[in-house]
């Protein structure tokens, strides 16, 4: 009864009260000892909140380049520099620091590691080209190269699947088509 509004008992209790309905076995047993109620939501579900959300986003308008650099992994077990960030100013304000302070010592360590992992991988760069070898592909690539090289197997697709080609082709002749009626009829 889930489409209904209010619960069973009530409604029950109101067509005996008005006559549509004679009164049922289980009416008097249910009115002595009436069901459990829940409480009802009012529609509105909280927003989950965590304590470093502030910090979060104060990261962000920080460091908006991050938000596409440094891509969230779902199935990856390291969290987002983000959230490390949060998480270093909330331990060291737990260590009665300021809290400008914290995001300062904060964000120095992240620019930190950001350096740290563009020179390993130049180095890397480096080795690689001294013994003739080709570059290793860059363990720390921005999320807009990495959905690129996605998606670069279906744009190169456009110029040679004879399938992509010839809907191209009527899609070209259903314009041209429309430009001409379009033209015979006056409207341009």
Do not use: C
């Not at 069901?35 to 009012?42: E, H, K, N, Q, S």
């Amino acid at each position: 009864m889930s489409y209904m509004r209010g619960d069973l008992l009530t409604k029950t209790r109101k067509l005996v009260k008005g006559l549509a309905k004679p009164a049922p076995t289980w009416l008097k047993a249910m009115e002595e000892a009436p069901p459990v109620t829940f409480p009802r939501v009012d529609g509105m579900i909280k927003k989950i909140e965590m304590p470093e959300d502030v910090y979060v986003k104060k990261f962000f308008k920080k460091h908006p380049d991050s938000l596409y650099h440094d891509a969230i992994k779902i199935s990856g077990f390291d969290p987002p520099p983000a959230r490390v960030f949060a998480w270093r100013v909330l331990e060291l304000k737990e260590q009665a620091v300021s809290e400008d302070y914290a995001m300062a010592v904060a964000d120095f360590e992240y620019r930190k590691e950001k350096k740290a992992k563009k020179k390993a991988y130049k180095e890397l760069k480096e080795i690689a080209r001294s013994e003739g070898k080709e570059p290793p592909p860059n363990p720390y690539p921005s999320a807009i190269k990495e959905i690129q090289a996605e998606e670069k197997k279906y744009v190169m697709d456009r110029f040679y699947n004879p399938k992509v080609i010839e809907i191209a082709n009527k899609m070209k002749e259903e314009r041209d088509m429309l430009l001409q009626d379009r033209v015979a009829s006056g409207q341009w």
